[in-house]
T-cell receptor
């Protein structure tokens, strides 16, 4: 069985500061990993995904994530937060050849001016 | 850019009533899904659908739930007799290929179901 843990249900950052959202997973088989973002009153939008190619994955809006197998982590970062980054972020895992996403609890990001 | 659409955006119903939530997946996609998120909880997988049949379902997806692709464009989730605990945001998603083969699931904006 797979599971995803996101540390911190809420994160507050200042505009221009580093955004770091933590995600740890457990999976009995090599996983594929995803970060989705949900803006208010909108659906889940894919930010980036890891599918066993490069361990450092670049996504949209300046976000990137690094897959670290030894730490079973897939943390999401952005060097400089923008007001428009205020949203909820979800980490998700799927087993290779599987088809259902298992989500973490989500982290809501607040960006202060 | 193609997107998944869902109707209605908000549905209010009385306990015991049947509801149908509708989704229009992206047109060339072959795999369809329903997820739900109860307020304050994680997004949970309900069911996946491929080639006109359910390919996988969770333990949540009991006999009260059913899915259908009645025509070439719509994908529906029916709850036969709603319960209070069915109140949640329901997300439809679609993908061109298996997510576990590198495919991406694209999500709709959700339908908020409130059961009174």
């Amino acid at each position: 069985a797979q599971s995803v843990t996101q540390l911190g249900s809420h994160v507050s950052v200042s505009e221009g500061a580093l955004v770091l959202l933590r995600c740890n997973y457990s999976s009995s088989v090599p996983p594929y990993l995803f970060w989705y973002v949900q803006y208010p009153n909108q659906g889940l939008q894919l930010l980036l995904k890891y599918t066993s190619a490069a361990t450092l994955v670049k996504g949209i809006n300046g976000f990137e994530a690094e897959f670290k197998k030894s730490e079973t982590s897939f943390h999401l970062t952005k060097p400089s937060a923008h007001m428009s980054d205020a949203a909820e972020y979800f980490c998700a895992v799927i087993a290779a050849a599987g088809n259902k996403l298992t989500f973490g609890g989500g982290t809501r990001v607040l960006v202060k001016p | 850019e193609p997107e998944v659409t869902q109707t209605p955006s908000h549905q209010v119903t009385q306990m015991g009533q049947e509801v149908i939530l509708r989704c229009v997946p992206i047109s060339n996609h072959l795999y369809f899904y329903w997820y739900r998120q109860i307020l304050g909880q994680k997004v949970e997988f309900l069911v996946s659908f491929y080639n006109n049949e359910i390919s996988e379902k969770s333990e949540i997806f009991d006999d009260q739930f059913s899915v259908e692709r009645p025509d070439g464009s719509n994908f529906t989730l029916k709850i036969r007799s709603t319960k209070l605990e069915d109140s949640a945001m329901y997300f439809c998603a679609s993908s061109e290929s298996l997510a576990g083969a590198g495919g991406t699931q694209y999500f709709g904006p959700g339908t908020r179901l409130t059961v009174l």
